[in-house]
């Protein structure tokens, strides 16, 4: 990459906002902090003295964590603000308990909503930094980027490869960040899904639309099934899990049609037997929980940025 690249992002709130440059620059960056998280003592000082603050208005076990995590390796202060504990139950709106927030002097608001939007929303009102953890069916940036360094790791190379997303695109986030991702990338996105978990017209997103999972699946380097997002339909688009299961879950047989080095990728949390067969999840082609070990990296990375740091700053 060229020395004259500069990072110009203050906020993360979709991998739509990133070029292929950024996309890079950002795994470029969590690969130089991976490493601190395997030392005996994992914490540096680069954001000491910044102030992170977690505000998640949906359930979150691996993102939340893991931005905390990161925080903390990088010796920031962090703070949890969940829904349970925020005023916007007592009737406060979204930007009031924003600008409360932001009295107190963050550096940066962590934030997951259940409505797409809320983040761009937010970062139009305060003048931390606004980092997307997870906004409604829109997008989800983080899981992203620990995806593609996750290919990167285990295939070199993103360009010319084929990644199969099954299940549920409709209601998912983390479909349309993965999009966004491989697309710029140069990968090819195929898709496969019931019929009611795939939006009309989303092949104007540069991906191909598959009528069968063998189609999708048939030769794929990477097959990521997503989670069915129950929590977001309003009426059950599907029969049963059952039979869910039967057609779009990922199991040996069906994994077969995939390169036979194919990598078996899942954001979690995983409904097993459904999305996935126990098998599949806990096999050899697995790297579900390198995604999630990535995944400490890559929000060092964002954290970092989002600072207005600089690879080259020699406190790393
Ligand atoms: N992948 C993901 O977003 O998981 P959580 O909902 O546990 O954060």
């Known amino acids: 990459m060229e020395t004259t690249y500069t990072f110009k992002h203050r906020n993360i709130l979709g991998i ?12 470029d960056t969590a690969r130089s902090f991976k490493e601190i998280s395997t030392r005996t003592i994992k914490k540096v000082p680069t954001l000491r003295g910044r102030t992170v603050v977690n505000l998640f208005f949906e359930p979150s076990t691996r993102t939340r964590l893991s931005f905390e995590v990161a925080a903390k390796r990088m010796s920031a202060d962090t703070f949890n603000i969940s829904v349970s504990t925020s005023s916007t139950r007592k009737g406060e709106t979204l930007i009031d308990t ?4 932001e009295a107190m002097h963050p550096d940066i608001i962590i934030m997951r909503h259940a409505f ?19 906004d409604g069916a829109h997008e989800h940036p983080s899981q992203a980027l620990l995806d593609m360094l996750t290919v990167f790791e285990h295939k070199k190379e993103i360009t010319g490869r084929k990644i199969a997303i099954i299940g549920d695109i409709s209601h998912s986030r983390v479909a349309r960040s ?3 991702g491989f ?19 989303i092949t104007s997103m540069g991906v191909q639309v598959a ?11 990477v097959v990521m099934a997503l989670r069915i ?50 098998d599949v999840a806990d096999g050899e082609q697995s790297v579900i929980l390198d995604q999630v070990t990535n995944g400490v990296a890559v929000r060092m ?9 600089n690879r080259n700053n020699s406190e790393i």
């Open 16 to 27: 739509e906002q990133f070029s292929r440059e950024d996309i890079l620059y950002i795994l």
């Open 98 to 101: 924003a600008r409360n927030i």
């Open 116 to 134: 797409s939007g809320a983040p761009q929303l937010l970062a139009k009102h305060v003048s931390a930094s606004i980092i997307n953890a997870g």
């Open 178 to 180: 993965n999009i966004l």
């Open 183 to 201: 697309t710029k990338l140069g990968a090819t996105v195929t898709l496969a899904g019931p019929q009611t978990f795939l939006p009309p017209g």
């Open 211 to 221: 009528d069968t999972i063998s189609e999708a699946i048939t030769d794929a380097d």
């Open 229 to 278: 997002q129950q929590e977001r339909q309003n009426d059950p688009l599907i029969p049963s899990l059952k039979e869910y299961a039967a057609f779009f879950g990922i199991n040996k047989s069906i994994l077969k049609l995939a390169k036979p080095d194919a990598l078996v990728m899942h954001p979690g949390p995983i409904n097993r037997g459904v999305e996935m067969s126990p």
């Open 301 to 309: 990375a964002l954290l970092y940025l989002a600072s207005g740091g």
